[in-house]
C-alpha cells in the first residue's frame, strides 16, 4: 500500500478544479500550473525508484484486497511512462505561455490539459479493466475539449469526426469487456491473467483478444489511423504537441499491457493479426510522411510510424524487444512533442503551412534552424540522441525471434523519416530566405527553450543510457514474465 | 428472457448503425445513444437478468444476481450522458460556423 501511487491522478484533478475558479487570473494560473507539474514530476520520478528498489506496488481503494476492488499498480513500465508524460506537458505547458493568447487562457485551457494529463497518468497506473476504460474517457473528453478550443471552422470540422470515431471505440471497448467479464468472470488485470492461463486460448477469449485489439488500435492509431492526421494539424501547435506526445502512447501502452499480460499472442491468430498491423502501419505511414507537403500532416504521418516500429516489439515478445519498445516509447515522447511545436513554430513565423513556401529560416533563427537538425536526427535514430538506443534493443530483439522482413521494414522506415525531414531541413530551414530583414517576425527565447530542453532531455537520454537501461530492464522483465505481476497482486 | 433481450440488443444495434452511416450530424449522435443504451443492455444480460434474491449478506448465497454489471452500466451511463451532451453542443457550434449539418459537405481541409 503506497497512497503516492493515486497522485499522478489526484493532483491534477485537484488543482484543474482550483484553476476553473480563478480563471480571469491569468498570471497566478501559469504558476500553479508550472509548481503543480514540477510536484507531479518529482512525485512519478519517486515512483520510478520507489518501483525499481524494492518492487511491484500496488493500492487498493477503500481497502479491498484484489481482486473484488479496483486497484492502481506501479511497475516499472507506468512508471517510467507516467514520469515522461509529466516532463513533456511541463515542456508543452511552458511552450503555451508564450503562445497562448490570453483569450484562450481564460476559456479553461490549463484545467483541461490538467484532466488530460490525470486521464493519461490514470490509464498508465490502473490495474483494473474498466477502471482502463473510465481513465480513457477523462482523457478522451478533455481532449474533445482541447481540440475544439479556439473554434475555427476546420477544428470544428475535425473535431466532429475525432469524437464521432472515440465514441464508437469506446462503444467497442465496453462490448469487448462485457463479454470479458462473461467470459472470465472478473475485470482485475492481474485476476483475467490467471484466468486465462487456466483456460488456455479458447476460441471465445481469441476472439475477445482481438475485439480489445482492435478498440486499441483506434485509440494508438495503429492502421486504423484515418482520424490521426486530420485532427492532430488543427489545435494550436502546443495542445498538437501533447496530443502526438500522449494520447497514442496510451493506446500503444493498452496493447502492450493487455498482449503481455492478460492474452498471449502466441500460437493464435492474434499474433498474425498484430504483425500484419504493424507492418501496413509503418508503410502507410512512411507513404504520407512522402506524399504531403503541409508540415503539419508529415509530422503527423511521423506519429503513426513510431505506432508501427512499437508495435513489431508486440510481435517478437521478448525481453531485447520490449526494452527497445520501452525506451523507443520514451524517446518517441520527447521526439513528436519536439516536433510538433518545431513545426508550430515554423508555420508561425512564416505565416505558410506548406514547406515548399518556405525558405531559409537558419538566416534568421540559428538556433531554431540548429533544433530542427536534431530532432531529424533523432526521429532518425542518430547515437547519441535518443532514438538510437531504442531502435537498436528493438532490432535485437527482432532478429532473436527470427522476423528479418520486420527488421528491415523498421530500419527502411528511418531512412524514410530522414528523407522526408531532410527534404523540409533543405528547402526550409536551409537557402536563400525569402523574408525580408524588417518583415521578420521577433521569436521569442521563450518560445525556443521549451523545444531546447526536450532536445537536451533527448540527449540526456542517449549519453546517459548506462544509467537509464536498468529501469528499463526493469519494466520490461515485468512484461516478459507476466506471472511477477501476477504474484505482485494476487499472492501477496 | 436472455433471448429477448439479446434479440432487442441486436435491433438497437442494427438501428443505431443505420443511423451513424447517415450523413446528418444529428442523426449520428442519435445513432451513438442508441449503441451506447445497446450495450449498457448487454452489458446487463451478460451479468444475467434474473434469479430471485437481492445481493444481501446473510442471505442464501446462490441465487441472488451479479451486481457488479449494474455498477458498470451506472459508471458507463453517466460517461455517456456527458460524451453525448458535449458532442450535441459541439454539433450546434460546427452548424453555426460551417453552415451545414451534411458530413458529406464537411470532408477535406480544402476550405477555411
Redesign the interface.
Known amino acids: 500500500m503506497n497512497n503516492l501511487i493515486a497522485m499522478p491522478l489526484v493532483i491534477p484533478i485537484i488543482v484543474a478544479m482550483i484553476l476553473l475558479l480563478i480563471r480571469r487570473k491569468v498570471i497566478l494560473q501559469r504558476v500553479m500550473m508550472t509548481l503543480t507539474l514540477l510536484g507531479l514530476i518529482v512525485v512519478s520520478a519517486m515512483l520510478v525508484q520507489g518501483v525499481q528498489t524494492s518492487d511491484i506496488q500496488r493500492l487498493d481503494f477503500g481497502g479491498w484486497e484484489p481482486p473484488y476492488g479496483i486497484l492502481f499498480v506501479a511497475d516499472g513500465f507506468s512508471t517510467l511512462l507516467v514520469l515522461m508524460a509529466c516532463i513533456i506537458t511541463l515542456c508543452c505547458t511552458l511552450f503555451a505561455f508564450r503562445s497562448f493568447t490570453r483569450k484562450f487562457e481564460e476559456m479553461f485551457v490549463y484545467p483541461l490539459i490538467l484532466l488530460m494529463l490525470a486521464g493519461v497518468n490514470g490509464s498508465f497506473l490502473t490495474g483494473d479493466l474498466?477502471n482502463l476504460?473510465?481513465c480513457f474517457?477523462v482523457m478522451l473528453?478533455a481532449s474533445?475539449?482541447l481540440i475544439?478550443l479556439g473554434?475555427?471552422?476546420?477544428q470544428?470540422?475535425?473535431?466532429?469526426?475525432y469524437?464521432?470515431t472515440n465514441?464508437?471505440a469506446?462503444?467497442l471497448f465496453?462490448?469487448a469487456?462485457?463479454?470479458l467479464?462473461?467470459t472470465i468472470g472478473t475485470?482485475n488485470m492481474a485476476h483475467i491473467a490467471q484466468r486465462v492461463m487456466e483456460l488456455g486460448p479458447t476460441p471465445l477469449i481469441t476472439t475477445i483478444a482481438l475485439l480489445f485489439f482492435i478498440v486499441f488500435s483506434l485509440k494508438a492509431g495503429l492502421l486504423l489511423f484515418f482520424w490521426l492526421p486530420?485532427s492532430y494539424?488543427v489545435p494550436v501547435t502546443s495542445i498538437a504537441a501533447l496530443f502526438a506526445a500522449l494520447l497514442t502512447k496510451v493506446g500503444i501502452y493498452a496493447i502492450v499491457r493487455t498482449f503481455t499480460l492478460l492474452f498471449t499472442t502466441s500460437g493464435t491468430i492474434v499474433h498474425q493479426v498484430v504483425m500484419v498491423f504493424a507492418v501496413l502501419t509503418v508503410i502507410a505511414g512512411c507513404f504520407g510522411a512522402l506524399a504531403y507537403k503541409d508540415l503539419r500532416q508529415i509530422a503527423a504521418y511521423q506519429v503513426v510510424i513510431g505506432v508501427g516500429v512499437v508495435m513489431m516489439a508486440v510481435v517478437a515478445n521478448n525481453e531485447s524487444a520490449y526494452e527497445g519498445a520501452v525506451f523507443y516509447l520514451m524517446h518517441d515522447m520527447i521526439g513528436k512533442a519536439m516536433l510538433f511545436l518545431i513545426v508550430g513554430v515554423m508555420i508561425y513565423v512564416t505565416k505558410k503551412t506548406s514547406y515548399a513556401d518556405m525558405s531559409g529560416l537558419i538566416r534568421h533563427y540559428p538556433v531554431f534552424g540548429w533544433l530542427f537538425f536534431i530532432v531529424m536526427l533523432m526521429l532518425t535514430g542518430i547515437p547519441p540522441l535518443s532514438g538510437f538506443i531504442g531502435k537498436m534493443l528493438l532490432g535485437q530483439g527482432l532478429i532473436a525471434s527470427g522476423s528479418y522482413v520486420l527488421v528491415a521494414i523498421s530500419f527502411a522506415s528511418s531512412i524514410v523519416i530522414l528523407l522526408s525531414l531532410l527534404r523540409v531541413m533543405l528547402q526550409a530551414i536551409f537557402g536563400e530566405s525569402n523574408i525580408a530583414e524588417e518583415d521578420k517576425i521577433k521569436l521569442s527565447p521563450w518560445l525556443v527553450a521549451p523545444i531546447a530542453l526536450l532536445g537536451c532531455l533527448s540527449l540526456a537520454l542517449g549519453v546517459f543510457a548506462e544509467n537509464i537501461v536498468p529501469y528499463v530492464q526493469n519494466a520490461s522483465y515485468v512484461l516478459v514474465n507476466p506471472q511477477v505481476y501476477i504474484d505482485a497482486i494476487l499472492n501477496k | 428472457m436472455e433471448t429477448i433481450m439479446i434479440i432487442l440488443i441486436g435491433v438497437l444495434v442494427t438501428v443505431a448503425t443505420y443511423f451513424?452511416l447517415s450523413k446528418n450530424?444529428i442523426r449520428?449522435i442519435l445513432g451513438?445513444a442508441l449503441?451506447?443504451h445497446a450495450?449498457h443492455m448487454?452489458?446487463l444480460t451478460?451479468?444475467e437478468v434474473k434469479k430471485g434474491e437481492a445481493p444481501i449478506l446473510g442471505t442464501d448465497g446462490s441465487t441472488y444476481t451479479d451486481a457488479?454489471?449494474q455498477a458498470?452500466i451506472l459508471?458507463?451511463i453517466v460517461?455517456g450522458f456527458?460524451?453525448t451532451a458535449?458532442?450535441l453542443v459541439?454539433?450546434f457550434?460546427?452548424y453555426k460556423?460551417?453552415g451545414t449539418d451534411n458530413?458529406e459537405e464537411?470532408r477535406g481541409?480544402d476550405y477555411?
Open positions: 474498466f476504460f473510465v474517457e473528453l474533445y475539449a475544439a473554434g475555427r471552422s476546420i470544428l470540422r475535425e473535431s466532429l469526426k469524437v464521432i465514441i464508437v469506446s462503444w465496453l462490448v469487456i462485457a463479454f467479464y462473461g475485470l486530420g494539424s | 451513424i450530424v449520428i451513438t449503441l451506447s450495450v448487454l452489458i451478460i451479468g457488479l454489471p458498470l459508471t458507463a460517461i456527458a460524451v458535449f458532442v459541439l454539433a457550434r460546427t460556423t460551417n458530413l464537411m481541409d477555411e
